[in-house]
């Protein structure tokens, strides 16, 4: 590794189309040789033995923190979980300083946070794989679970198309990112002034990608292969009338899930606000795999933190 460029996992294009496939399928290799065992077993080989990772959390988190540290316990290594009131991060210290002495100590670092911009200083001074694991501007973590669930339940993404509902927020960007990369259109249907960041939607379209926006939700689900929403209100942000009134006709019901493909799957990357975004009858019904789609953060992210740590290659 001290040799090599060192592998940031901050979005999906950097790694690139090869990694991200080969990420992909050792997260199903990893997963079927586990069927049966005990969650704590550690896998055979033992691929992370004796790395470290250190967590560091400035936001709240279940799937993330959860998943990250039992992917290190599988994987054979170790995780120190922190949160930023517990570092001197907290108190003052620059970004910088903290990668400078967090590389000395541990073998990767995974933040989860609020500025996109922090996530790229902690990498630009780091000489450790960083992790995204949640900025405001992206999810490439999350949406690698997304992927790695449409694989298993329709065999693959190439030629899918996804309808997401809602805001357009750091979930749209990456699955955006993820259709312009694996060949799947994006339908995205949000109310006007919800859109995502056009330069998001402008590089997908320059790479290729099918992005569509619209203000009608029905036109989006429209013999859709996926659909995809999120909470309305995310972490931090103020929870608005305005803003609820203008999302109620982007609530997934049953009655919209009955204009995708018969077999289209719901996800939602949770937590979900039952019957706001999503009613209790779509999150419980049939085409839901949201917690099938929860325990593959765990199985996609073994992938990611062998990729960042050289023990996976395309």
Known sequence: MSNSPIRHFLDLTTPGVPA????LAEARRRKDARKGQPKG?????????????????????????????????????????????????????????TAQVLSRMVDAIMIRTSAHAKIEELA????????NGLTDFNHPCQVMADLLTVEEKLGGVEGTTWAWLGDGNNMTHS???AGSLLGFTVRVAVPEGYDPEP????????????????????AAVEGADVVVTDTWVSMGQADSEAKMAAMMPY?????????????????????????EEATSEVIDGPQSVVFDEAENRLHAQKAVLLWCLGRLNP
């Open 20 to 23: 991200i496939k080969a990420m």
């Open 41 to 97: 077993r550690v896998d055979p080989d033992r691929p992370l033995d004796g790395h470290v990772l250190a967590s560091i959390f400035e936001k709240p988190s279940t799937r993330t923190r959860v998943s990250f540290d039992m992917a290190m316990r599988q994987l054979g290594g170790s995780t120190l979980t922190l949160s930023s009131s517990e570092l001197q991060l907290g108190r003052g210290e620059t970004i910088a300083d």
């Open 175 to 177: 699955i955006i990112e």
């Open 124 to 131: 630009a001074y780091a000489s450790v794989p960083v992790v």
């Open 199 to 218: 330069a998001v939607i402008e590089a997908a379209r320059k790479a290729g990608g099918k992005v569509e926006l619209l203000r009608d939700p029905r």
């Open 251 to 275: 609530q997934v019901t049953a009655e919209l899930m009955a204009l995708a493909r018969k077999e289209a799957i719901f996800l939602h990357c949770l937590p979900a606000h039952r019957d």
